[in-house]
């Protein structure tokens, strides 16, 4: 459900101080959340079951949450940006999780695809040239 992998979000953004530790720690757990619970994980982006901007009374505040959480890294990763480039950036962190985690869940990427994509995104959004 939505509730648990919230739930995980925060446990490992808790024991990860820095931002860059932040990024790791939520795409893997993103990713993870979807290979290890891929029922749970396909109900939670069902439009069926929750229709896109039209959430319910209990989904609402999670994804409100869950979106918070990926602005407020975003703006850690990169705090010099706009606010127009900050919400790119959010985007765009949460595209590339999602996206990894839906392939890994389908069976596309294998869970050492879904790694080394997860290493390949980190160092796109955390390298500073």
Same mark, same amino acid.
């Given at each position: 459900?939505?509730?648990?992998?919230?739930? !995980?979000?925060? &446990?490992? +953004? @808790?024991?990860?101080?820095? /931002?860059?530790?932040? #990024? %790791? =720690?939520?795409?893997?757990?993103?990713?993870?959340?979807?290979?290890?619970?891929?029922?749970?994980?396909?109900?939670?982006?069902?439009?069926?079951?929750?229709?896109?901007?039209?959430?319910?009374?209990?989904?609402?505040?999670?994804?409100?949450?869950?979106? !918070?959480?990926? &602005?407020? +890294? @975003?703006?850690?990763?990169? /705090?010099?940006?706009? #606010? %127009? =480039?900050?919400?790119?950036?959010?985007?765009?962190?949460?595209?590339?999780?999602?996206?990894?985690?839906?392939?890994?869940?389908?069976?596309?990427?294998?869970?050492?695809?879904?790694?080394?994509?997860?290493?390949?995104?980190?160092?796109?959004?955390?390298?500073?040239?």
């Amino acid at each position: 459900s939505m509730a648990q992998l919230v739930g !995980q979000v925060r &446990a490992v +953004l @808790a024991a990860s101080p820095e /931002p860059a530790e932040r #990024a %790791a =720690a939520l795409l893997r757990c993103y990713v993870g959340y979807a290979l290890n619970q891929p029922h749970a994980f396909a109900a939670i982006y069902d439009p069926t079951i929750c229709a896109p901007g039209a959430p319910t009374a209990t989904m609402a505040p999670l994804i409100d949450e869950l979106e !918070q959480i990926v &602005a407020d +890294l @975003a703006v850690a990763l990169r /705090p010099e940006q706009s #606010a %127009a =480039a900050t919400a790119g950036l959010t985007s765009a962190l949460w595209a590339s999780a999602h996206g990894v985690a839906e392939l890994g869940r389908a069976g596309h990427l294998t869970p050492e695809g879904c790694e080394a994509a997860v290493v390949s995104i980190l160092e796109s959004f955390t390298h500073r040239p």
